[in-house]
């Protein structure tokens, strides 16, 4: 085991996204928090400086 920390979080407007994908309404909160978090979407674990 190893330790895990919470270093962002985001959510969206809470309501019916019938339009939309679950690949989109993930992006739409993950893709936030990474950039909250200094982090890119193609290599989460290095962080951008």
Not at 4 to 21: M, Q
Not at 26 to 49: H, I
């Amino acid at each position: 085991m190893r330790d895990v920390y919470i270093i962002a979080a985001h959510t969206i407007k809470f309501g019916k996204y019938l339009e939309k994908t679950i690949t989109d309404l993930s992006a739409m909160t993950v893709l936030p928090c990474l950039k909250e978090a200094g982090l890119d979407a193609g290599n989460p674990e290095k962080p951008t400086l």
